[in-house]
């Protein structure tokens, strides 16, 4: 089982831009339910985001100051980044360069996979639900 920690969120780094309409939505459900109910996944070496782009910014304008992450390996082998979208390239090399140099990409470029038994899963796979009370991350 891996440990959930509390990150600032001023020390995360993003590589993909958001969409609004989808951020609206889940800022509501996250503000009806009081709770955040999965962590994000992150790189424990750069805190890059490597799932959880909209509920970092839902958190935001909730006022939070803290979100809830599961820290991973992203130079391990069992991580992968495919495109979402087909015909498009993209490497977990330019997802680094992307973040660290303060750039986006379009939303839902990357997909972070990780191996679990020889399977590629999403790496939400990760994420188990906790039900973290909002006033915890303000």
């Not at 440990?3 to 969409?19: A, G, P, S, W």
């Not at 140099?101 to 679990?116: C, D, F, L």
């Amino acid at each position: 089982m891996l440990d959930i920690v509390f990150i600032r969120i001023e020390d995360l780094k993003e590589h993909e831009e958001i969409r609004p309409d989808y951020l609206e939505a889940l800022k509501n459900e996250i503000l009806s339910d009081g709770i955040l109910k999965m962590p994000i996944a992150v790189d424990r070496s750069t805190y890059i985001i490597l799932d959880g782009h909209h509920r970092l910014h839902a958190l935001k304008r909730i006022g939070c100051r803290k979100i809830p992450a599961i820290l991973v390996d992203y130079h391990s082998e069992e991580i992968e980044v495919i495109p979402w979208r087909e015909g498009e390239q993209v490497t977990k090399e330019m997802i680094i360069q992307t973040a660290l140099s303060g750039k986006r990409m379009a939303p839902k470029t990357s997909k972070h996979m990780i191996k679990v038994e020889g399977e590629l899963k999403h790496i939400s796979i990760l994420e188990m639900v906790i039900n973290i009370p909002l006033d915890e991350l303000k």
